[in-house]
């Protein structure tokens, strides 16, 4: 048993067929769960003049229940005195706390009871597993831990495995490059960007991370671990041989990860959660493989907060008989998130759609809604410069700048640049504003 | 036999298991023995999980829905 190569075999390797079976079992059970215990279902669900008892087969629940969307959890956390929204346990049943990045201009608030955190962290597991990670083995996390939940799944998954936990909070990017050349641990955990920077940072200190003997790098929170050319500076830079990809979705507490064969993307744990794609217009099933379309998922871990037929708007490619030699059965998404349905930069692994940047500008008094933004990624990150005009001719832009730069970092959880102009300063356009500058796209 | 269906009698020890694992609980002796073996049935509960276990989706489910007051198992 011990040599087997999957975590738990006869659900990772079932066929089509079985697995779907259980996954309407499943969201049956959850939907009749949440209509009795969470009073956002409730309303939706009557809203919808559906009953539990109404889905029956696959058609029902594509085409008869309503989506869930952000927006309608935030509404619900507004109208609760606990503070979360859609919550069908009580308050105190929570053992942890999160929120969203607040990349959309608000921070969802997300709950898990003790259960829920071990349950999640059971799916780092199978990919752990078959990348021959084995209890006693060692992890050593790049992170300062806050209250996004990306980084705390991983360190539960850690503990679910039993691996040796190295914490390099706190540290600088030299310290941590000397704590894991001294530590040695197999696997580092980071963002791929700031992974590729400390092999940079050891290099302008004279020390080589290949020394470390990492076996695997990996983590999340933003493209380039299922991006070939990354893999490979990675690989290079870190003297690794394997990278491991993990797509998640914090508030449903799923992530999506990749199998040691590595097909280009990553495999959804079916155990945890259940996704199929659908028109991000039309929102009508997409069920061949192969076709693009919006990730909806429906998640296994959360039932304090269940997130039903809940829309990521992240765009992805499904294979459901994934065929690249690991005999996992489970959906494969080539490419991982191929795109979002709405524009976003991804700034020191915060993800921050430049809509919610524009909606945050007009918050502080003494500015006008005359204003661009710079995108670049002049190293290894991208960074944004917002730019804005002053109302008044005499307006102090030092006190200004501050406000806002604080404004940004309360809302989105991340300091961007900021710079104040006089009024008149900006182009003005006749018809559509051009307001936002991406000179990534242009290679610069 | 490859698939989920092998693990139903695994399924059902695993549910014998816990039966007696909760008589347990409920006459434990010390808050903190009461306390363990609440984890222990959480861990438990993950191992029937991974057996296709549908008849409850977390454990504490039909004590809650029975009366719906704030459960410490959960915390």
Redesign the interface.
């Known amino acids: 048993m011990a040599d087997d190569r999957y975590w738990n075999r006869p659900t990772q390797t079932a066929p089509r067929e079985v697995l779907d079976a259980v996954h309407l079992e499943r969201i049956q059970h959850l939907i009749a769960w949440s209509y009795r215990n969470s009073p956002l279902y409730r309303r939706l669900y009557d809203a919808a003049d559906i009953k539990p008892e109404d889905i029956k087969t696959w058609d029902d629940f594509h085409h008869r229940l309503p989506f869930t969307d952000k927006p309608d959890f935030l509404a619900d956390q507004d109208r609760q005195p606990s503070g979360y929204g859609g919550l069908a346990l009580p308050a105190d049943a929570i053992q942890m706390h999160f929120h969203t990045t607040g990349t959309t201009g608000r921070f969802l608030n997300e709950g898990f009871t003790q259960y829920e955190m071990q349950k999640s962290a059971t799916q780092y597991c199978y990919s752990y597993w078959d990348h021959g990670i084995r209890p006693g083995d060692s992890v050593y996390f790049c992170f300062n831990f806050g209250m996004w939940i990306g980084l705390w799944s991983i360190y539960w998954g850690a503990r679910n495995m039993n691996l040796r936990i190295l914490a390099g909070g706190g540290a600088a990017s030299t310290e941590r490059v000397r704590q894991i050349l001294a530590l040695r641990p197999k696997i580092v955990v980071g963002t791929p960007t700031y992974l590729l920077h400390l092999v940079e940072v050891a290099r302008q200190e004279g020390l080589d991370l290949r020394d470390a003997g990492v076996q695997m790098v990996m983590g999340g929170g933003e493209p380039g671990f299922s991006v070939p050319i990354t893999r490979e500076s990675l690989m290079k830079g870190w003297g690794a041989t394997q990278v491991l990809d993990a797509y998640g979705i914090g508030e449903t507490m799923h992530v999506a990860q990749g199998c040691l064969e590595w097909g280009g993307g990553v495999h959804t744990i079916e155990d945890v959660v259940h996704s199929f794609t659908a028109d991000p217009e039309t929102g009508a099933p997409m069920l061949e493989s192969g076709q693009i379309g919006e990730n909806i998922v429906t998640s296994y871990t959360h039932f304090s907060q269940p997130f039903i037929k809940y829309r990521t708007h992240d765009l992805v490619q499904r294979d459901l008989h994934p065929d690249h030699g690991c005999g996992w059965t489970w959906a494969h998404l080539p490419g991982v998130v191929l795109g979002r349905s709405d524009f976003m930069v991804t700034i020191r692994g915060t993800n921050v759609y430049p809509t919610a940047v524009e909606n945050l500008v007009g918050g502080v008094a003494g500015l006008t809604n005359h204003y661009e933004l710079h995108i670049t990624r002049p190293g290894a990150f991208d960074e944004m410069l917002v730019k804005v005009e002053a109302a008044a001719l005499n307006a102090d832009h030092g006190a200004l700048s501050t406000q806002l730069d604080e404004h940004f970092r309360r809302n989105l959880g991340v300091r961007l640049g900021v710079e104040i102009l006089k009024p008149d300063t900006l182009p003005r356009y006749e018809l559509k504003t051009k307001r936002i500058f991406d000179a990534r796209r242009d290679g610069k | 036999m490859?698939?989920?269906a092998?693990?139903e009698a695994t399924r059902q020890s695993l549910l014998a298991l816990r039966a007696g694992l909760h008589r347990q609980r409920d006459e434990a002796p010390t808050p903190g023995i009461a306390h363990a073996l609440r984890l222990a049935d959480?861990?438990l509960?993950?191992a029937l999980?991974?057996?296709?276990h549908?008849d409850q989706?977390?454990?504490?489910?039909g004590h809650?829905?029975v009366d719906?007051?704030?459960?410490p198992n959960?915390?």
């Open positions: 490859s698939h989920i092998e693990l959480a861990y509960f993950m999980g991974y057996c296709g549908n989706l977390f454990p504490e489910e809650v829905e719906r007051t704030p459960f959960l915390r």
